[in-house]
């Protein structure tokens, strides 16, 4: 069988039908539009979350208890590899919001640039381990700064896991009959999440290596 | 229409709901059986003082006597092991920590200390306070490892203490050397001294060294259940 | 009728995600939680179960909570995406019939209601029973019944499951049943969130009431570091816990909030949202926004714990200040998610029984909304003798003194309401009465507890204990109770005996403020909270205050036999309108039929139009075809 | 105003004034703790009174409503009546935030005044805390004030005594007219400082000075109490032997203690108790 073509459920279910006709409220364009106000919504409440992180972040450093902002010995680890985690996040947000805006029309360059974007995501994931491999200080000997950088940096690439997670689900919902491609409007959406997790990730940056 | 009733859907007979009922409470009690059992479980067993043998003064009171041992490890005591314990690493006293001593007496404690220094975080409690004399006997290792002994009212040094023996509501704060690392294996300083009870009551006793290691700044674990570093002093 | 309208009130599971290798359902989500929490606890601890390690039980909750959902139904939908199965919203139906649907993972709001309604009931029992030991443990000054160290397990793992219960009790089960009759919709926005919001609170539960056997945790609901960090094994009950339930709190109001924003029916305008929906947005706004923090916060503590950061520790650099300001921000904004649905609530059942329209609507709406915005600068009055930036402490102090006007707002416009009304003194209306009155207590005694200088006295003490009760059980419990009266025939097809309920109403009142109100004394003269022992004078107070308690249990006790025997064992079903009210959920036919409506009602006019001379019908059921 | 209406209102307002007098009058009789040992106890006295004056007659007037409401304004049994359809007024409503508001503002207004009133975080008269910093060292705050270290722990708290060498002692001794200013900080986890009698409460937190006045004005003993939650031994965290003395007996006192904490050194004063492990488990 074809790519496009929809895969048939491997296993037959005890007598159920398998498809109803629809009833108005689950129409395609409801969803677009609940998918749009929830996913503000659920970015705001993502906010939230992540300004206790830079909270702790500033208010630890602003207190440095015991003089154990920065222990002796904890640099920053290299801007460099910083960089380019918040680059690969930056490019995933950007390639996914490309194929979003092609997928009404051209499924296929959509199904690319969502690969594309997958691929950047997934390097990010292995950047972002490799730096947590060789930080050049451990987080066990105290010292704020250590704490909130493995903190704030790992729910953030918790984060990210999932979105990845979820553009996997994309790519393989874009097919013929998928749902990516019965709901287009609701795949813009999660864009949006992908920008924000890009967002926090390059104020993070900031935060983190240079303030 | 689809009209299905939002409860329970089918219509059983009554003796049908009423074992249902009937089980779903048993389940519940036999839940609320564990969940209450398990905080009203009574605690360590208590270690009753037996009548001095040492004459303190010319008190007429009565007089008793409590041996307790302090132990690094559940696993090292010497004097009083406790073989099925729970916590084998935890630092404790021995046997137990619930101590029952008489009213308006004298007694007259006994501690084989075997742990090494922890040492105190504020050097104030290295003094002794309430105790008969105001000072205690102490069998003790130097630093070339010989026994040598004595009478103290404070230890030299608030570094080297491994705990310390205190009823707060009597007053009565004792410091316990840590044994020497010079002193041979298996070596233990004995303190001994004496305080008062007055009227029957329940008190708590505890260590002022933070000696609870693994637990942020020490005070966690055997510092905080019963049967370890912390326990009861029944006077009755 | 017509197989267009197959669909249900919340979309049922599609037939391709039933079709996994395993069967999902409780049972496989039980036996995956014990693996999960295997498997877990194994990686944790290096491969071993170690004692004492934070870690491995850390990792073991998670595990097993995740595999729980994943064994209870939740992967399906996301692994039949990945597997590019085709995706409906709806299918032809449950798969699962009778009571075995509410053990199951299900799709429907009314379903959803209902289970969140027997978990509340069941942990609010355990809540209950922690109570009757705490008391139990007060008859003396010593500790003779629980030894110290296991009376703080308890009083934590009383205060926790309450707040478990206060945070969902009321949005859990009627928000989901009712809001989307309220506002005229057949759906939720999100309805795998909406049942993922409850499936969260079993392990929650489960979670917490498993810390005794690794010892518990002596912190209270506050957890406040770095006590915290010294207890064992058992606090990671409390995070992991508090994880779940904030995550539970955060999705159940993006649900709520895009259900209210986007789902309302034709000529369901703002102005006419029912002013318990009102009490549900501003409550699910709170907990949207204030769960993330919450969140976070219990990470960092995790973190601390099993990975040795030092987020709360001073001597590294941390900050316990840190989590009292975290853990505030979340938990002020907290509170006003328990007592904000019960506004609603009381607000939503006076007009009707007053039988009068709800006096200042408006205003109701801009106190809800006052209350939803103000609790977000008043969280450091729980700090004001922390020592942390004093020169904040009047900002503090007028902030929350500034909450009573909002909160005065809702007696307002009972007044307005109760005012040359036709008031029937049902059993739902003696409650919210009730709560009126023990709320205003509870609200003087806070205005106590604002005042810095004489919070310094108050702070921490039973005071403080007998205001949040006063709040939490005289106010939110009441509501709960007057809503479970109120809303039970619809929910359920069966009435509750009335006559067994004004019994109750009495009893538990009587009984409530008689246990609570003699701590205000026990706490401005001088017993702090959470002691397991107290100063010798104060027995006689504490012992009269046990006996009113055990009596106070004992009209819950009262309340769960009518509960029970009605829901049964009582052969009647209910009328369809038993109050004769205008709420359109009264208009639809008992028990409620599977599809909310058939066609999409269009409003024509508020809820609450009593005494209207030409009265309009509040919804124009099926006279016109659903939109398209 | 309809005649019935102004019946009802005249009938609710009489019967509020009459028992809110009553109320306020015997409020009034009240003398509520923490009683007058020092200028704190007696400055929060007097407004726990004043807040129980204010209250009174709103728990009246509400209580007063719902039950004048529920008695007058009943449904008749067995009928189906609507009440008259009003669906709010304007100027009430304006009206009763206004008084809500003015209420607040009088309430915020005394306690920002106390509250202002030590701006420069040395006013003893009616302090509990600085409103400024609360981080600093002994000798910041007014020169002859007395200044007490309290040192929590678990579980007991102790008071060093800067001015007198660093002098520690198991009970706190305070000097009658006194002005105190208080230090306190924990060596492990929080505490709460709490001299009942004396109307002062602060947190002890690791390597954090928190600083709290005292203005001390008959003698008497009074009880410390823990008041924040802090394990096993947190409820007898009770010391009942701390006492306010005369001048003579305390620089008595002073000196004995002097003499027999000789043989221990002990730093004057210390905010820090670290180190503590970096690392559990190790």
């Known amino acids: 069988m074809s790519v496009d073509e929809p895969v048939p459920p491997p296993f037959a279910h005890r007598g159920m039908p398998t498809l109803t006709t629809r009833s108005p409220e689950w129409e395609p364009e409801v969803d677009a539009r609940l998918a749009r106000v929830g996913t503000r919504i659920w970015i705001v409440a993502d906010v939230f979350f992540f300004a206790a992180w830079f909270f702790a972040f500033f208010y630890l450093r602003a207190l440095n208890n015991n003089y154990d902002w920065l222990p002796a010995g904890t640099t920053h680890p290299t801007r460099a590899i910083g960089a380019i985690i918040v680059l690969l996040a930056i490019v995933a947000a950007g390639l996914y919001w490309a194929g979003a805006r092609a997928i009404v029309t051209q499924r296929a360059t959509a199904r690319l640039f969502f690969w594309l974007a997958l691929l950047a995501g997934v390097l990010c994931f292995v950047v972002q381990i490799y730096e947590f491999k060789n930080l050049g200080f451990d987080p066990q000997q105290g010292g704020g700064f250590p704490s909130v950088f493995i903190g704030l940096k790992g729910v953030w690439l918790f984060q990210l896991t999932g979105a990845m997670f979820w553009l996997a689900t994309q790519i393989a919902q874009a097919r013929p009959l998928g749902d990516a491609t019965i709901r287009p409007k609701s795949v813009v959406t999660f864009g949006n999440f992908m920008l924000f997790l890009a967002a926090i990730a390059l104020v993070s940056y900031v935060v983190l290596y240079f303030v | ?236 | ?628 | ?282």
């Not at chain 2, 010079?182 to 007055?198: L, R, Y």
């Not at chain 3, 290096?46 to 939740?74: K, Q």
């Not at chain 4, 600085?130 to 007395?146: C, I, K, M, Q």
């Not at chain 4, 006045?213 to 009770?238: D, K, P, Q």
Request: aromatic letters at 14%.
């Open chain 2, 1 to 236: 229409m689809f009209a299905v009733v939002v409860s329970g859907g089918t219509n059983r007979g009554t003796p049908a709901r009423l074992i249902v009922l009937v089980l779903t409470i048993g389940v519940v009690a036999a839940l609320l059986a564990l969940f209450i059992g398990d905080f009203v479980v009574r605690g360590p067993e208590s270690l009753t003082a037996s009548p001095a043998t040492v004459a303190q003064g010319n008190t007429p009171a009565q007089n008793a006597f409590v041996h307790l041992e302090v132990v690094g490890s559940v696993a090292a005591a010497i004097t009083f092991p406790r073989p099925d314990d729970p916590h084998p690493t935890w630092v404790s006293y021995l046997p137990t920590t619930i101590l029952k001593v008489p009213a308006n007496s004298t007694v007259t404690m006994q501690i084989d200390q075997e742990d090494t220094p922890s040492g105190l975080r504020n050097p104030f409690w290295s003094q002794a306070f309430g105790i008969e004399g105001g000072t205690f006997h102490m069998t003790y290792f130097d630093d070339q490892g010989a026994p040598q002994q004595g009478d103290f009212s404070s230890i030299p040094d608030a570094a080297t203490a491994a705990h310390t023996f205190a009823i707060p509501d009597l007053g009565v704060f004792v410091p316990l050397e840590g044994v020497n690392a010079a002193a041979p294996a298996g070596s233990m300083n004995v303190i001994t001294f004496s305080f008062k009870t007055g009227k029957a009551g329940l008190y708590h006793w505890q260590c002022f060294v933070p000696c609870g290691s693994g637990t942020i700044y020490g005070n966690g674990g055997p510092m905080q259940t019963l049967g370890y570093m912390a326990g009861f002093l029944i006077v009755q």
């Open chain 4, 1 to 282: 105003m309809t005649g019935p209406t102004r019946t009802h209102a005249l009938r609710l307002l009489i019967a509020w004034a009459v028992l809110s007098v009553v109320g306020v009058l015997l409020a009034l009789q009240l003398r509520l703790p923490p009683g007058d040992q020092s200028q704190q106890s007696i400055d929060e006295s007097g407004l726990l009174q004043l807040m129980t004056v204010i209250s009174t007659p709103v728990f009246i007037g509400v209580v007063l409503f719902v039950l004048y409401s529920v008695v007058v304004f009943r449904q008749k049994r067995g009928a189906l009546e609507d009440g008259p359809p009003s669906y709010g007024n304007f100027r009430v409503q304006v009206a009763w935030v206004a008084i809500t508001a003015v209420i607040v503002l009088i309430l915020a207004g005394i306690g920002i005044g106390e509250l202002a009133g030590r701006a420069n975080g040395t006013n003893f008269a009616s302090s509990n805390q600085p409103s400024l910093a609360t981080t600093g060292s002994v000798g910041t705050t007014e020169a002859n004030a007395l200044q007490i270290q309290v040192i929590a722990q678990q579980w007991y708290f102790t008071y060093r005594y800067p001015d007198y060498a660093g002098v520690e002692s198991l009970h706190l001794m305070l000097p009658v007219n006194a002005n105190v200013v208080i230090h306190v900080t924990s060596t492990d986890i929080l505490h709460s400082w709490w001299a009942y009698e004396l109307g002062v409460k602060a947190d002890a937190n690791p390597g954090v000075d928190n600083i709290t006045y005292l203005t001390t004005l008959r003698t008497g003993s009074f009880t410390v109490r823990c008041a924040e939650l802090c394990g096993i031994w947190h409820g007898n965290m009770v010391d009942t032997n701390g006492a306010v003395v005369s001048q003579a007996d305390f620089a008595t006192w002073v000196a004995d203690l002097q003499k027999s904490s000789a043989n221990v050194t002990l730093p004057p004063y210390s905010q820090y108790y670290f180190p503590s492990p970096r690392v559990k488990g190790t």
């Open chain 3, 1 to 628: 009728m017509a197989t267009a309208t197959l669909g249900t009130g919340g979309p049922t599971l599609q037939a391709s995600e039933r079709q996994m290798v395993l069967p999902t359902n409780l049972l496989t989500g039980i036996v995956l939680a014990a693996v999960g929490y295997y498997v877990g606890v194994q990686i944790g601890n290096g491969f071993g179960f170690n004692d004492g390690l934070n870690t491995g039980v850390l990792l073991g909750y998670t595990f097993g909570s995740v595999m729980f959902l994943v064994g209870v139904g939740f992967a399906n939908y996301p692994l039949a995406r990945l597997f590019g199965w085709p995706i409906a919203p709806q299918s032809a139906g449950d798969e699962y019939r009778g009571a075995w649907r509410f053990l199951n993972l299900s799709l429907d709001h009314k379903v959803i209601g209902i289970q969140y309604l027997v978990a509340m009931l069941m942990a609010m029992f355990f809540g209950g029973i922690g109570a009757m030991l705490i008391r139990t443990n007060l008859l003396s000054p010593d500790q003779l019944v629980v030894p110290p160290d296991k009376y703080l397990v308890l009083v934590s793992m009383h205060s926790v499951m309450m707040i478990f219960v206060a945070s969902a009790a009321i949005v859990g089960p009627f928000g989901n049943f009712f809001v989307p009759y309220m506002i005229g919709t057949n759906r939720m926005a999100f309805p795998r969130l909406e049942a993922l919001s409850f499936w969260l609170v079993p392990p929650a539960i489960v979670i917490l009431l498993a810390a005794p056997l690794f010892g518990g945790f002596p912190t209270g609901w506050t957890g406040y570091a770095p006590l915290s960090e010294q207890a064992g094994q058992g606090f990671d009950s409390y995070i992991v816990g508090f994880a779940l339930i904030g995550t539970a709190l955060c999705v159940s109001g993006v649900n709520m909030l895009t259900t209210v924003i986007s789902l309302r029916a034709p000529g369901m305008t703002w102005t006419r949202l029912p002013i318990f929906v009102w009490g549900v947005f501003s409550a699910s706004i709170l907990g949207t926004f204030a769960a993330p923090i919450l969140a976070s916060a219990v990470i960092m503590q995790g973190f601390d714990r099993s990975m040795n950061t030092s987020f709360f520790i001073s001597s590294n650099g941390g900050s316990p200040y840190l989590w009292e300001n975290l853990f505030w921000f979340f938990g002020h904004p907290e509170v006003y998610i328990f007592i904000l649905p019960a506004f609603g609530i009381v607000m939503e059942l006076i007009p009707h029984f007053a039988r009068k329209p709800l006096w200042g609507y408006r205003t109701a709406v801009v106190g809800l909304l006052g209350v939803t915005l103000l609790s977000w600068f008043v969280w450091q009055h729980h700090l004001f003798v922390s020592g942390i930036a004093p020169a904040l402490r009047p900002f503090y102090m007028f902030s929350t003194e500034m909450i009573s006007i909002p909160t005065g707002i809702v007696f307002l416009v009972a007044f307005g309401t109760l005012w040359r009304a036709k008031i029937s003194m049902t059993v739902p209306m003696l409650f919210c009465l009730g709560f009126l009155f023990n709320f205003l207590i509870g609200g003087l005694s806070g205005v106590f507890l604002s005042d810095v200088p004489s919070d310094v006295t108050l702070h921490g003490s039973y005071f403080s204990m007998a205001h949040f009760h006063f709040t939490i059980v005289g106010g939110e419990i009441f509501a709960i109770v007057a809503a479970i009266y109120y809303w039970f025939p619809k929910m359920t097809g069966r009435m509750l005996n009335m006559t067994l309920g004004k019994i109750h109403f009495w009893w538990m009142m009587i009984a409530f403020n008689l246990a609570f109100m003699p701590l205000f004394a026990a706490g401005i003269l001088d017993m702090p909270r959470r002691v397991s022992t107290y100063a010798p004078s104060l027995q006689g107070l504490n012992d009269w205050v046990s006996f009113w308690a055990y009596l106070l249990f004992a009209s819950m006790l009262l309340f769960a036999v009518n509960v029970i025997w009605s829901w049964f064992f009582n052969p009647k079903v209910a009328p369809a309108d038993p109050w004769h009210v205008r709420s359109i959920e009264w208009t639809l036919p008992t028990p409620l039929p599977r599809r909310n409506f058939e066609r999409i009602p269009t409003f024509t006019s508020g809820p609450y139009d009593y005494g209207n001379p030409s009265p309009r019908p509040a919804a124009d059921l099926g006279s016109e075809p659903a939109p398209a």
